[in-house]
C-alpha cells in the first residue's frame, strides 16, 4: 500500500506518538494512519507505538477488530516493528492492573519491575543491551545506551529465548528486542534514543542501508543523566524567551528590570540534544498566572523542538484545572494531553503537586482527582514528573517545626545547626506549610513517576547542588530523583553522583552561558567512574 517510502502507524489515540511520527518523518519516510484493520493487512511495512497502559491498548485492539488483523499480519511475517508496550501487547498476558490477556504471538507474562531489588521504578534512563542474536535492526547500535521509560517487563523464559534478541539488566534480565524473521518488538524508545536509536528505525525502513562502521561505546548499566534544562518565559516585548535567574529572580539587575535573555528555546533545545545532553527540560515558568492553552507560543515552541530533537523532553508549567475568562472550564489532563500531543514525552508538576500533597497528608484520601494522579492514570506515572521548589528554613533546635529537619553539613548564617526545606508555589514567591521530605513521599504515593528536585538558595549560584537535600530526597523515595540548581562546574556533577542516590543532574546557567560543554561534564564523570552516555 502507498509508495517505497510509506510507512503504516497504528495510533490508537492513547497517548503521544508525536516523538515517532518526527523520526520517521526526519529519516524520510511518510505516514499513512491505520484506520481500519484493513490498514494493517494491507501495510507493506508497520510500526507500533504501544503508549497507555496494557488493558485500554488491548480494549481497543479487540473493539476495532485491529487484534485479530495483527496476529495475521504477524503469522505472514510482514515487517513489523513494535515499541514500548508495542512489545509488551504481543505477550501472552500482564500483570499490569490485571492479569489482562494480550495478543498472544510470544509465550509469557508482563510483570511489573521489583523495587524491593534495590532498583528505583519506573525504569527510565539510557541503559545497556546484551545483543543475543543478529537480527538486522540492531546492528548498528554497539555497545552504546539506549533509552528506556517503563515499570513493566517481560522476562526471559525457554518458552521464548527463540524470539528474544537483545536482553537489559535492570533488578533482573529482562527482554529488550524480540526479532523473528521480519517482525521485531523493542522495549526500549529508537525514537528517543539519539543517533543510535534512529539507526534502529532506519534499519527496520530501510532493511538493504549499507551497515555502518561499529561505533566504540562501553555501556554496561543505567546511565547517570545529564539534563539541560530551559525555564521560558514571555519577555516584555511578548516573545518567548530562554530566561535564567538567580534564586528565581529572572529579571536584569537594570534600570529597565528586564527579563534576562539567554536565548530562543528551539535553537537551544536543538543545540543542548547536539551537544549530548540526556534530556531536555521545558518550564514555563509564569504558567501559573498564563494559562497555557492561552499560551499557543509555548505549545509551537515544543512542536519545533519535537522535529529535532531525539531525546525525551519534558515540559512544565501551569498544568492544573483551569476556568478562561468566558467561563470555559479546562482540566488539567487536558492541558496536559496538549503537552504531549505537541511533542512532550513528560509533563512537570510544581504548584499543583504541592497543595494535592497537602491535601492528601491531611485526609490520607486519595480522590483521584489532582492532576498529578489524573495524568499518571492516563499516561503512566512514567510520564509525570514532580518539580519541588524548596527554600532552606535554619534553626537552632530541629523541635522546632514538625517538618522532616536534617543537621546541615556547612552551618547557616546564624550558626544553625539545622535546616527544613519550605516547599513554594507560584515559582518560588509563596511558601507553603509543607516540607520537601513530605511533599516527596506524598506524591510518590499519589502517581508522580520522578521527582525534579530544585532548591531556591542554590538556584544560579554555582556553588553546586544542595547535597544534604538530593541525599535526604533521593533516600527516601523510590522513584528516580533529579538534583537540580547550583550546577559551577564539572566537579559538582561528580559530586551529586557519588555523594547522593540521584539519578540525573539538571543544570541551566553554565550551559546557556557556554562555561561548561556539556560532553565536558560528561567526559569528567566518565574519568570519575560514573556511568554516563557517550
Ligand atoms: O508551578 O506547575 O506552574 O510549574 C512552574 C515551574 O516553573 C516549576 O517547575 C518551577 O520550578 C519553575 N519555575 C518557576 N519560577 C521559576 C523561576 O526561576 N523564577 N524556575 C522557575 C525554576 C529552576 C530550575 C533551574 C535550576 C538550575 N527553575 O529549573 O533551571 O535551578 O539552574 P542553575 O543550573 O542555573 O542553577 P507550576
Excluded at 10 to 17: F, K, S
Excluded at 62 to 82: H, K, T, V, W
Excluded at 401 to 419: C, D, M, S
Excluded at 439 to 461: H, M
Amino acid at each position: 500500500d502507498g509508495g517505497d517510502n510509506v510507512v503504516t502507524l497504528l495510533d490508537y489515540g492513547a497517548g503521544n506518538v508525536r516523538s515517532v511520527r518526527n523520526a520517521i518523518r526526519f529519516l524520510g519516510f511518510d505516514i499513512k494512519d491505520v484506520q481500519t484493520p484493513e490498514d494493517i493487512l494491507n501495510a507493506r511495512r508497520l510500526i507500533f507505538p504501544g503508549v497507555g497502559a496494557f488493558a485500554p491498548a488491548m480494549d481497543v485492539l479487540n473493539g476495532r477488530g485491529m487484534a485479530e488483523a495483527l496476529c495475521s499480519y504477524i503469522e505472514q511475517d510482514r515487517p513489523f516493528l513494535g515499541i514500548c508496550l508495542g512489545l509488551q501487547l504481543l505477550f501472552e498476558s500482564s500483570e499490569e492492573n490485571g492479569p489482562v490477556r494480550g495478543l498472544g504471538v510470544i509465550p509469557g507474562v508482563v510483570g511489573r519491575f521489583d523495587s524491593s531489588k534495590g532498583i528505583r521504578v519506573p525504569h527510565i534512563g539510557w541503559n545497556a543491551l546484551q545483543i543475543t542474536k543478529d537480527s538486522g535492526i540492531l546492528d548498528d547500535i554497539g555497545k552504546r545506551h539506549v533509552y528506556f521509560v517503563h515499570s513493566y517487563r517481560a522476562m526471559p523464559s525457554d518458552d521464548n529465548k527463540e524470539w528474544i534478541s537483545a536482553t537489559c539488566n535492570y533488578g533482573d534480565k529482562f527482554i529488550a528486542s524480540v526479532s523473528k524473521g521480519n517482525v521485531h518488538a523493542v522495549q526500549f524508545h529508537p525514537e528517543k534514543s539519539g543517533d543510535v536509536g534512529l539507526s534502529v528505525l532506519r534499519r527496520f525502513l530501510n532493511p538493504k542501508a549499507k551497515r555502518q562502521k561499529p561505533v566504540e561505546g562501553k555501556a554496561t548499566k543505567l546511565a547517570k543523566r545529564v539534563i539541560a534544562c530551559l525555564d521560558v518565559r514571555a519577555n516584555d516585548n511578548g516573545d518567548l524567551v530562554v530566561t535564567k535567574g538567580d534564586q528565581y529572580d529572572v529579571r536584569e539587575r537594570t534600570e529597565e528590570n528586564e527579563v534576562r535573555n539567554l536565548g530562543k528555546p528551539v535553537d537551544l533545545a536543538g543545540q543542548y540534544y547536539r551537544d549530548g545532553a540526556d534530556e531536555v527540560s521545558f518550564l514555563n515558568i509564569t504558567g501559573f498566572r498564563d494559562f497555557p492553552l492561552g499560551d499557543l507560543p509555548m505549545l509551537q515552541v515544543l512542536r519545533y523542538a519535537s522535529e529535532n530533537v531525539f531525546v525525551p523532553l519534558t515540559v512544565g508549567g501551569g498544568i492544573r484545572d483551569f476556568t478562561d475568562g468566558n467561563g470555559r472550564y479546562y482540566s488539567s489532563l487536558e492541558v496536559a494531553s496538549e503537552y504531549f500531543r505537541s511533542g512532550a514525552d513528560k509533563v512537570s508538576i510544581g504548584s499543583d503537586a504541592v497543595y494535592a500533597a497537602e491535601e492528601y497528608i491531611k485526609t490520607r484520601v486519595k480522590t483521584g482527582k489532582s492532576s498529578l494522579e489524573q495524568i499518571s492514570r492516563v499516561y503512566g506515572n512514567q510520564a509525570v514528573v514532580v518539580s519541588i521548589d524548596p527554600r532552606r528554613v535554619y534553626l537552632k533546635d530541629p523541635d522546632e517545626v514538625e517538618f522532616k529537619t536534617i543537621r546541615l553539613r556547612n552551618p547557616g548564617p546564624n550558626g544553625e545547626e539545622y535546616a527544613w526545606y519550605q516547599c513554594t508555589v507560584n515559582g518560588g514567591r509563596e511558601g507553603r506549610p509543607i516540607g520537601a521530605y513530605e511533599l516527596a513521599k506524598a506524591v510518590e504515593e499519589l502517581g508522580a513517576g520522578e521527582i525534579l528536585l530544585n532548591c531556591i538558595d542554590c538556584d544560579g549560584q554555582g556553588k553546586g547542588f544542595d547535597i544534604d537535600l538530593v541525599k535526604l530526597i533521593s533516600d527516601s523515595v523510590s522513584v528516580p530523583v533529579i538534583a537540580s540548581s547550583g550546577a559551577g562546574s564539572v566537579d559538582h556533577f561528580s559530586e551529586v553522583f557519588s555523594q547522593t542516590n540521584a539519578s540525573a543532574a539538571l543544570a541551566a546557567g553554565i550551559f546557556h552561558r557556554k562555561e561548561v560543554p556539556i560532553q565536558s561534564v560528561k567526559h569528567h564523570l566518565l574519568k570519575s567512574g560514573i556511568e554516563v552516555r557517550i
